[in-house]
């Protein structure tokens, strides 16, 4: 299994500029997350879903967007990029179920906004 | 407003001491109180995780201790090796699956031989 993969790894956008950040799970996992990490601020979480189809708003949505059309793959679009923006940004996966099931997280990508 | 304050910022620890590191919540309704463990250049990992009907749990070095009614919980980090240096996190959710991680801020830890 690779578990959680995300690409790129690293990005450099201008302001205004648009991307997607891509992410993709082989666990078979129906909950997929992402967050993103600034010094002193811990892991924020950005967006998230609890299956395909289907997606929710976390901490701090605005700016971003998610779309969930399948179990594997749950990319996130930032439209109009801005400095604001600039931060590591992790996926992450984990079992639906009856337990407190562990998050697997991806190596990250980190983005620069000019 | 940041629902986990975690403590302190940054650790400096010896060779084979004792790392303790705090965190405090606010919300009472939280009830799954996972650490994270990141390498530099890495995504974080899960080390260890706690539910508020244990005080204690404890994985070889690795211990939780949590205070339900001070809404605290710490991790120790027992004969601490160099290897253990990394930045910890703490963090919290509701309910199961634990998708919605709130985090604390992080602490880097310095192991010196």
């Known amino acids: 299994n690779a578990g959680v993969t995300q690409t790129p790894k690293f990005q450099v956008l201008k302001t205004g500029q648009s991307m997607t950040l891509q992410c993709a799970q082989d666990?078979?996992?129906?909950?997929m997350s992402w967050y993103r990490q600034d010094p002193g601020m811990g892991l924020r979480l950005i967006h998230y879903s609890v299956g395909a189809g289907i997606t929710d708003q976390g901490e701090v949505p605005n700016g971003y967007n998610v779309s969930r059309s399948t179990t594997e793959d749950f990319p996130l679009r930032l439209l109009s990029a801005a400095p604001s923006q600039t931060s590591v940004y992790f996926c992450?996966?984990?079992?639906?179920?009856?337990?407190?099931?562990?998050?697997?997280f991806g190596p990250g990508t980190r983005l620069t906004v000019l | 407003q940041q629902q986990v304050k975690q403590s302190p910022q940054s650790l400096i620890v010896q060779k084979g001491g004792i790392s303790i590191i705090n965190c405090a919540y606010e919300?009472?309704?939280?009830?799954?109180f996972p650490w994270y463990q990141q390498f530099p250049g890495k995504g974080p990992a899960l080390l260890i995780a706690i539910r508020p009907d244990v005080s204690e749990k404890k994985e070889g070095r690795f211990t939780i201790s949590f205070n339900k009614s001070a809404k605290q919980f710490s991790l120790h980090i027992m004969d601490s090796q160099p290897g253990d240096s990394a930045t910890y996190f703490c963090a919290a959710s509701i309910g199961q699956g634990a998708q919605k991680l709130v985090f604390g801020q992080g602490t880097r830890l310095t192991i010196n031989p």
């Open positions: 992450a996966s984990s079992y639906a179920g009856l337990v407190y099931n562990e998050q697997f």
């Open positions: 666990m078979n996992h129906e909950y």
């Open positions: 919300n009472t309704a939280f009830d799954y």
